[in-house]
């Protein structure tokens, strides 16, 4: 299996990284257009083989070092820079992805692909009608991210394991999404029911405001502090190759087109989405109360108002 | 960190083998009364060394290999033989855990003791009043592996990842066991109202019905076809000794002494509880319907009465 | 990538669990004569499946179940009783060799063969001669085992971790086998010069007698105690899996088809050999004295008169 | 277990990341003056944390954040900049260091620690003089990663596994460095021995003197192609961790304070040590030619002589 990674900067290369440490794919590809940065990734990535499993890493600055991979991560574009929002980045790299995936779409024609730059619902979106693929092999990392911030936060919080915390961020990758309160569960109880040990509830809608804002001011904060989130996408990126490239049927959160989800569609949203290898299936139609479909439904249109704004 | 087992049975040199792949131990010590068994064990174990994170494997005939261990695994005892249930076992398994477990409460006086031995949840029982260990110290396997059954089979029935399905087993490890089926979900969506692609009640009653039949009778068939069960359990086991060697505060239904749960108490029953360095902590009150909290009430009169049975 | 494995004893289950431990294969199937069983090693191994990386276990009695395999280990044969000799399984084995080869063959036409089944050698030269198979696609695994035995045993002797020994055994898995201490290094020291901290030989000619002969014996004294040897040789087998399936280009001292082997051929046995994708790449003309090389050759001669013995 | 680690920059915040997904240590704690950052790197470590074993991350700019640490690593310091040697950037690492040790070694009393600063066995040596802890305490990773890199370019020349190739880089973690090409091996045959599959010498004088440039020159042009090297050393340092962590004696090239090295002794320099729970232990006499070991001589005049420019 080979795993492609467009864009060599800090998501793209940790996340080569973290897939090398892990074993997901015999090799890992880069494709920069910075010839002397994907290299030196690639290099400084080789140089750590003989602790890792077995994998070979390439880096070029042609497209065609990606041929026949079976999954391409798409990371390339400008960083957020502090005070940046994710959407200011779009139009330099819609021009990227114009630029890039037609011909990504020849050398490596089965791959599915998962475009992880900002703002990554409406590269998506776009990135769908540049390339012309089925919706199913072409979709965004999304709010997996955002959600395993909330999860961080919500096992904090209540002195859990964040792997008993089951929670989604959905909606856009960016301001205006939001936390599933309703749906989500610590061990099979509802969170809302949560109680602290001394009988109170552990999640009042103080402590659910703050930790909602806590999670999307998380990626400003981190970018703030050190001009960039690499660490966690990295991860969370994994999480989702791992889910194609081992056809796990896993369900994550990542930002798909949809069709009629509450009747929400024509446009790419994160919502819980069975992912295996053939890419992103069917969408999970979690319970939402009122608000919360009220809070998707603005987020869908604040997507759509922007890729319109882009051409799209 | 150490981790101590005693019986080095098909289950006990099963874990070894789970916990020494996992790195989760630097000593993994093997106690047993069958001299040759434990020692060939250990051989066998150390011969793999090589292709293992480091540790070193010991057995012995005496108890004292198990000194200081950080958490002792419980596995001595008769094997479930074709056609036995669980509790026919009690009575010697008892008189094995009163021979053994005061003297290894002295040679490992801090450890985290996990009772798996069968019947489970009597076994810990007794084993409670025997050493007079805190209850938050000593406790037993109980449903993790039953839940990892049934994650295993919805996640068949309904075609997702295993990871994706959140659903216990509680009450006896045992034919008196039940799955909660209303807290239960797949990717926050409530179990119950999981859908199939065309619309229909993915589980209605009579799938429920098969399948927590098959929970219960998947110990049997694989008694029955292979003499023993000793994979699932290994990594069930080892999973448990995680959450207590990281300090995990992970939620799993392990069989702990209750006290006033939904009413509940004087048994040693598997509800969801947070396992963390300490043993086990809280017990978390996940929402039951009335026939749930029935069978659970029912499930502890079961155990109960058996324990009476032997004196406990 | 699939692994298929042929008999789900002792041996084949807990390869499957190692390597299922380990991710190596998104699919592994079992075959084995003995429904019961194979259906019952399949179950608990599934039952565990949550805990592992993604994966899906079959076990049928249809060799179909095989079908597309990447790398099939065979370990279908009768278990080595206390007392029996490897060579005196041969027959049998031949027989099952020849009843399963062809038809797995056709099913899985594109697989590298791995075969346990002993003697290993043996086997591994009549399955060539029946299958017809190229013999790179087709081997042993040889003295991984002993090999690991040996570097365990150094480790323990010395005072270092058995990954900073570099030392094969090579020839027959079995009796006449032998260790190439002159060729052997302890962290780029030759074996036979380190030293105890005291400045005194570390590893006289005693001490090579003892562990040479350690090495022969372990097997029959880790059956001896347990009635099998599986823990090891599962991850022995699951390491030369990995270096087909990653085409490693690992130097493994896996059976083989010789040829010219410093004069050496016509007979597998045991050297180091570069294991890739392709199955067993070039040999390694490893340096050797004259009693070793002595010692390879009446190895040689010993499987060789043992092949004719079965007509091969 | 607890890991510290000083200095949240390219390497030390890499270094967490490849210690959390290893799942090495409990706590992973990271102190840096630069408090924006270090709490930046800290939640972008957490935010992840779903994805890896059970761990804490913390991040501060009071060192009382690593107390009682197990290991530390210490990594802060300036950032090699294209052009500049690492000897450029002694006197201010040494300023810092200076500042740090000694209340470091007040909260975290118990520690070995681990100096990867460069010029990393000048540093060392400073280091051993201000806090005067135990030489067995205190060392540096040393050509660790030079020898992976060594070992990475030996592969990709011969055609095997970077993990069946042995040699070592000894010497100065830089230009004065050597690789020890006599007792190098690859799967116990010596490299230099070693044929291609025509029957040439695979590594003639010039690919050796190629490929030693290669390792000496591997850190420039990774610096000057990302701004740093960060990937293979954050691999390195973690199996140094591991090896210190889980009591491995593995042979590994760190830089230790020598007494007696062959006659070199009173500066640190890296040649393969035991390392183990206690720190580094015996140093490990790898037989050399006259020529390697006046390299070697050569290596440890360059280091002292720039100690000495700083006053040690
Ligand atoms: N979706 C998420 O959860 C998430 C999380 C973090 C970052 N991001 C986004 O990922 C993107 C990358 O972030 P980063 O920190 O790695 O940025 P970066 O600036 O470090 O790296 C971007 C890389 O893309 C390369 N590039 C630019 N144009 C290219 C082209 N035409 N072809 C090939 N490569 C090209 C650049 O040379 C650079 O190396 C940003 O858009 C960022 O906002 C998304
Ligand atoms: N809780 C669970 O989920 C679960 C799952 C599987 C098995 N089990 C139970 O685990 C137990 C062990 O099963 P097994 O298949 O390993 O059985 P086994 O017969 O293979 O092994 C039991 C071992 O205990 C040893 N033993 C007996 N008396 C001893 C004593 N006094 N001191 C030390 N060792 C002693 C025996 O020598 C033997 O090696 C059984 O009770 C079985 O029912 C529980
Ligand atoms: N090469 C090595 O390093 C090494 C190490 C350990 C064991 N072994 C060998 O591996 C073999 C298996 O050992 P084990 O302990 O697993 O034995 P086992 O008896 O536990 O298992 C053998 C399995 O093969 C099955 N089998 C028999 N005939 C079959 C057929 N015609 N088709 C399909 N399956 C069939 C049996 O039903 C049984 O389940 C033995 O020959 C043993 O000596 C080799
Ligand atoms: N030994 C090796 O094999 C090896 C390999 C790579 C890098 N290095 C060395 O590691 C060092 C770090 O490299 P980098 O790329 O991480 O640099 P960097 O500049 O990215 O990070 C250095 C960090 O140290 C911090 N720091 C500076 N002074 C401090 C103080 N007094 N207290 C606490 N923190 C302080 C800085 O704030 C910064 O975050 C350099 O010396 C580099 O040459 C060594």
């Known amino acids: 299996t080979k795993l492609g990674i467009v864009g060599a900067g800090a998501v793209g290369a940790t996340l080569a990284y973290a897939a090398l440490m892990r074993g997901v794919a015999q090799t890992v590809a880069l494709y920069d257009v910075n010839t002397a940065k994907v290299r030196a990734e ?3 990535l080789s140089h750590g083989i003989q602790f ?8 070029s600055d042609d497209v065609e070092v990606l041929a026949d991979s079976d999954v391409v991560v798409f990371t390339a574009g400008a960083k957020q820079r502090p005070g940046q929002s994710r959407l200011d980045l779009a139009e330099s790299t819609i021009g990227i992805v114009r630029s890039i ?24 979106y776009a990135a769908l009608q540049i390339s012309g693929l089925p919706p199913a092999r072409l979709f965004g990392s999304g709010t997996v991210l955002d959600s395993s911030r909330l999860r961080f936060l919500l096992a904090e ?25 309703d749906s989500a569960s610590v061990g099979s109880v509802p969170l809302l029911r949560w109680r602290t040990p001394d009988g109170a509830v552990a999640l009042d809608a103080a402590a ?18 050190k001009g960039a989130t690499n660490y966690a996408i990295g991860l969370a990126a994994t999480r989702i190759i791992e889910a194609v490239l081992y056809d796990e049927h896993r369900i994550l959160p990542v930002s798909s087109l949809l069709d009629d989800y509450y009747g929400i569609g024509d446009v790419c949203l994160s919502v819980p989405a069975i992912v295996h290898a053939g890419g992103v299936g069917d969408r999970v139609e979690v319970p939402m109360t009122d608000a919360e479909l009220g809070g998707l439904r603005a987020s869908a249109e604040a997507v759509r108002a922007t890729a319109r704004r882009f051409g799209f």
């Open 208 to 225: 659910r405001e703050r930790i909602a804002a806590d999670v999307v001011q998380s990626a400003y904060r981190v970018i703030e502090g």
């Open 42 to 44: 690639a290099l400084d």
């Open 101 to 124: 995936l037609p011909r990504l779409v020849e050398v490596a024609p089965d791959a599915v692909h998962v475009m992880v730059t900002n703002p990554v619902d409406v590269v998506t």
């Open 157 to 181: 919080h209540i002195g859990v394991a964040a792997q008993s915390v089951h929670a989604y961020v959905v909606g856009e990758h960016g301001d205006s999404e939001l936390p599933l309160w």
């Open 52 to 59: 890792v499993p077995m994998a070979h890493v390439e880096g």
